[in-house]
């Protein structure tokens, strides 16, 4: 069975601009997590999805938003990029969003300039 | 607000030694806490979990420790190999969100 797909693994923006990331659920998994990653704040939830809706939130400003699609996928958008934004995205899902059996996805590095 | 830290943010051992990572938890409420494993270039894997209700649990060379009185969790890895190397991160299942809150992350590294 395919692992969580991210996509792109690799990205650079500019400040002010916006970023659009995707994820690709393992087949059969429903919840898909939005996680934060940079060495001074360490790992940070940014929500969950489940069936399209979202489930959970963290504390992130509104400039981060997601959404899910029918198959599972979903994507994050942020806007506005600031330079505080540049992380590793990291994306997990499960099959009914229980932690303890979530799957990580590679994430995908954004650098803003 | 609630918070999972750990102690070392680097910790150099010898292969075959036994390896100790430890990590200070603030919420006492919390139940459920993991361990994580992250290699260069990927997300975090599971390696292990406890619940509240336990004070030691072991897998396939790991084992975890938590002592609720002082709110710490330990993850022991025993005869730690080359390819044990990586960031461990501890994990709280906060008991109000049911979200994960991480640690810092500690970084360790073996010596052949």
């Known amino acids: 069975k395919a692992g969580v797909t991210q996509t792109p693994r690799y990205l650079i923006k500019t400040r002010g601009q916006q970023v659009t990331l995707s994820c690709s659920p393992i087949?059969?998994?429903?919840?898909v997590s939005w996680y934060q990653q940079t060495p001074g704040q360490g790992l940070q939830f940014l929500f969950e999805?489940?069936?399209?809706?979202?489930?959970n939130k963290g504390n992130f400003p509104g400039r981060f938003s997601g959404r899910q699609f029918s198959n599972s996928r979903s994507e994050m958008n942020v806007s506005t990029l600031e330079l505080g934004d540049s992380a590793l995205y990291l994306c997990a899902s499960s099959v009914e969003g229980r932690v303890e059996t979530q799957y990580f996805g590679p994430g995908t590095r954004l650098l803003v300039l | 607000g609630e918070s999972v830290g750990l102690h070392l943010p680097t910790l150099s051992v010898q292969e075959g030694d036994n390896s100790i990572i430890n990590c200070a938890y603030s919420n006492s409420a919390s139940d459920y806490f993991i361990w994580y494993k992250q290699e260069s270039g990927k997300g975090p894997q599971f390696i292990i979990d406890?619940?509240?209700?336990?004070d030691k649990r072991q897998g396939q060379r790991v084992t975890v420790l938590l002592n609720k009185t002082v709110k710490h969790l330990s993850l022991q890895i025993a005869a730690t190999q080359p390819g044990d190397s990586a960031v461990y991160f501890c994990?709280?299942?906060?008991?109000?969100?049911?979200?994960?809150?991480f640690g810092q992350g500690t970084t360790l590294q073996v010596k052949p």
């Open positions: 087949s059969g998994h429903r919840s």
């Open positions: 406890i619940r509240s209700n336990m």
């Open positions: 999805y489940f069936s399209e809706t979202q489930r």
């Open positions: 994990a709280e299942v906060s008991s109000n969100t049911g979200k994960l809150i």
